[in-house]
């Protein structure tokens, strides 16, 4: 007895209010509109688009409904990044693809039905709630990482200059994250994540004067501990994999960075 496969979930990102974005941003022209449809105001409904392009290429700002089975690449055509709304769908009609490199997480389509809205965390993939989780936190984890360089220059710059050569050492996030979020379908979620780290640690360094070398060391750290929590289930087979997993996270430079499991 064979089991049947289960039937993909379909997802599509819309702006805070509702909206689809251009499928194409660049193609946008300065200044113009964009037809678009709130899928808001159409859950338990079918939706045509509203300005079908070619099937199916990008011959428009906004040719098709793009459509994920891969909630963590979801972000990867997001016109202005997070946040997000984020709604389930069911394609209808015909459908196609740009080729089978795309195959197993694309879907393009003309008409679809909206099932329902759902948690936004779930464009970054299984693990975006603690994802989102760590990036709220990260205002005040920046501070107290600044306050405790500020308390020990000499002391704190040796404990980050150690893990700063070990992560340089073992690629963990040039090498292990990247690579890693390839191969589960989670690039666009980490170069999403990655991005509101880095502008989290920044606001925060600079509203509390951090001085530079400690404003990029807590940049990094902030970057670093979101990448381990966005992949903390992909970065753990064996002792070595674990390690590099709490550099990622932190271990080793206080308690706060690992408290997000």
């Not at 899928?39 to 990008?58: E, F, R």
């Not at 002391?155 to 073992?170: F, I, K, L, V």
């Amino acid at each position: 007895m064979t089991r049947s496969a289960r039937p993909a979930v379909h997802y599509l990102a819309t702006r805070p209010d509702g909206t689809v974005p251009p499928t194409s941003p660049r193609l946008v022209p300065h200044g113009e509109g964009v037809p678009t449809v709130n899928l808001a105001d159409h859950i338990g409904q079918v939706v045509d688009h509203p300005s079908p392009g070619a099937k199916w290429y990008t011959d428009t700002p906004f040719s098709y409904f793009h459509l994920y089975a891969r909630p963590g690449e979801i972000l990867e055509r997001i016109e202005d990044g997070w946040p997000i709304r984020l709604f389930v769908v069911e394609p209808r009609g015909e459908t196609g693809n740009w080729g089978a490199d795309f195959a197993p997480y694309w879907l393009m389509s003309h008409q679809i039905y909206v099932v329902e809205e759902t948690e936004a965390w779930r464009a970054f993939g299984h693990r975006g709630a603690q994802v989102l989780t760590v990036l709220a936190e990260l205002p005040e984890l920046a501070r107290q990482w600044a306050a405790e360089w500020a308390a020990d220059p000499d002391g704190t710059a040796r404990a980050y200059a150690a893990w700063h050569s070990r992560m340089d050492e073992t690629h963990a996030l040039g090498w292990w994250a990247f690579h890693r979020a390839r191969s589960s379908r989670r690039a666009a979620a980490l170069k999403a994540a990655d991005q509101l780290a880095h502008d989290a640690a920044v606001q925060a360094t600079t509203a509390v004067g951090a001085e530079p070398h400690a404003a990029d060391m807590i940049r990094l750290r902030a970057r670093a501990l979101t990448a381990g929590q966005l992949l903390h289930d992909r970065i753990c087979s064996g002792q070595y994999e674990r390690s590099v997993r709490g550099l990622l996270l932190g271990t080793g430079l206080d308690k706060s960075a690992s408290r997000v499991a």
